[in-house]
């Protein structure tokens, strides 16, 4: 199965609205102003032409800066993986899918009850990403801002190696504080052989949300400068809830979050000119009846549609959040809601779709999930390759051999193309009939994802990672622990 097919097929807004959206997300940039929280992204603004208010800490970015940032951000660009194979191009309407695996909680896999996650499942969920096809794009440990038995203050980079460990797939960082950013990234230069080849070569990546409405917040704003100077590409992501946090209006939503993503990427461009970016969205609704977020919500696959389009408006590669849910098990509920929003995104042409192995409204995840996933992936990416016509497919010549009461399953025609993938075969879908699947126990999807996992687990080694690297990084781990306890 091949990954990082083409989408973006699918539209939902017209030129004309789109280009009002950027209109409007101008006025609200030039007239209401972003609160920037970290200094010396407030100052790198002021001093580049834009408007301060000193002690609101209010920015007012002109159109300019915005249309000199978008220039300056690339279209296109590749992310290097520890196995070269793996390595990821950032362009066009290509397609990714990213799993979570950076969460609090996780279904156990034995009792299937939610915990706390330790680094085994840490482990455990990055090794099965590095096996399944469809994911290329690992969050990791290193996101987590606890793991159970880890002090939260070296999470960071206990969390990164250990994933790093796990796969040699390209693996992501966190960006919450200049030093946690700068641990994270010095690792990553070990993993690439210095500084200048990880600038050469960017071997990670990281999210910076911002914060609804209009506010770059200090953190995440500090790790933002910090990816930029380093020039690793940096998920630029608001999430706004409609009604709660951004307009009840799925196009209000859209102007507000096209400024606040637009605001971290001049900040960006700023630091370091030719920055690799993702336009990001994690928007979705406020359940209004509940009053809490709904990541499942059917609007939220529709702001990542409209969200790929604006991002194209500007040439800007885009990152989504699909594949998540607000169902606690594997039921129906869970499978439309995920289901439905990762293939909006991915007709949408969203380059990152971030979410897949989570449930409860991403609170938690889950190993079954994650793989359970992985054959959606695969369903969509079949999807999105569409029909091949031609005149070897249009099959004429088959046809007329095997003319009016034969069959095909002989034909070398049919042989080749099972080959190509003309058909997706599913490994964990129920195609017997009743009979055999009784026969076989009568396992529903949870009982045969978790067997599967467990084979997975058992048999699958990832590329070892080089035993020079793991020493210099341990070192380093050290040196980090050692800042911990002076600071305490």
């Not at 929280?37 to 159109?63: C, M, Q, T, W, Y």
């Not at 192995?357 to 999930?369: I, R």
Request: charged share 25%.
């Amino acid at each position: 199965m091949m990954v990082g097919i083409r989408g973006g097929k699918l539209e939902i807004l017209s030129r004309e609205e789109v280009y009002w959206i950027h209109q409007t997300s101008m006025e609200v940039l030039e007239k209401v102003g972003i609160m920037v929280h970290e200094p010396n992204a407030f100052k790198l603004l002021k001093d580049a032409g834009a408007e301060v208010d000193e002690k609101s800490r209010k920015v007012f970015i002109p159109e300019y800066l915005v249309r000199e940032a978008v220039k300056k951000a690339p279209s296109r660009f590749t992310l290097y993986a520890r196995n070269p194979k793996y390595n990821v191009k950032i362009e066009d309407n290509r397609v990714y899918f990213g799993p979570m695996i950076g969460r609090i909680n996780i279904l156990d896999l034995e009792t299937g009850k939610r915990r706390r996650t330790n680094l085994n499942d840490v482990r455990n969920l990055v090794k099965l990403a590095d096996y399944l096809e469809n994911y290329r794009l690992i969050h990791s440990g290193a996101i987590m801002p606890h793991i159970e038995g880890v002090p939260d203050e070296i999470v960071h980079v206990i969390g990164y190696l250990e994933s790093i460990k796990n796969t040699s797939k390209v693996v992501k960082a966190t960006a919450r504080g200049k030093e946690k950013a700068r641990d994270c990234l010095k690792m990553a230069s070990i993993l690439a052989g210095g500084e200048e080849e990880l600038k050469k070569k960017p071997m990670v990546y990281t999210t910076s949300n911002v914060i609804s409405p209009l506010q770059l917040g200090r953190e995440m704003t500090e790790g933002l400068i910090e990816y930029a100077k380093m020039r690793q590409p940096v998920d630029i992501a608001p999430e706004p809830q409609a009604g709660a946090t951004a307009p009840i209006t799925l196009a209000g939503l859209l102007v507000q979050q096209n400024a606040e993503a637009l605001s971290g990427i001049v900040v960006a461009q700023l630091v370091s000119p030719g920055t690799p970016v993702f336009y990001g969205t994690c928007a979705t609704i406020m359940d209004m009846k509940k009053g809490r977020i709904a990541l499942g919500a059917i609007e939220s696959g529709i702001l990542n549609v409209a969200t790929a389009q604006i991002a194209r408006f500007y040439g800007l590669p885009r990152r989504g959040s699909a594949g998540d849910t607000e169902s606690k098990v594997i039921d129906v509920q869970n499978g439309y809601e995920r289901a439905l929003n990762m293939l909006l995104a991915a007709l949408a042409g969203i380059n990152y779709i971030f979410y897949p192995g989570t449930l409860e409204t991403a609170l938690t995840v889950s190993l079954e999930q994650l793989l359970i996933d992985n054959e959606i992936c695969g369903m969509i990416y079949r999807m999105l390759r569409g029909i091949r016509v031609d005149e070897e497919t249009l099959a004429f010549d088959v046809i007329a051999k095997v003319g009016p009461g034969g069959h095909y399953l002989g034909q070398k025609h049919t042989l080749k193309f099972l080959e190509l993938g003309e058909h997706y075969i599913p490994t964990l879908s129920d195609r017997n009939t009743r009979e055999e699947w009784e026969r076989l126990g009568s396992k529903d999807l949870w009982k045969v994802a978790r067997e599967k996992v467990k084979e997975i687990l058992k048999t699958h080694q990832p590329d070892p990672l080089d035993p020079d690297i793991e020493k210099e990084m341990l070192k380093y781990i050290e040196e980090v622990k050692q800042r911990v306890k002076a600071k305490i």
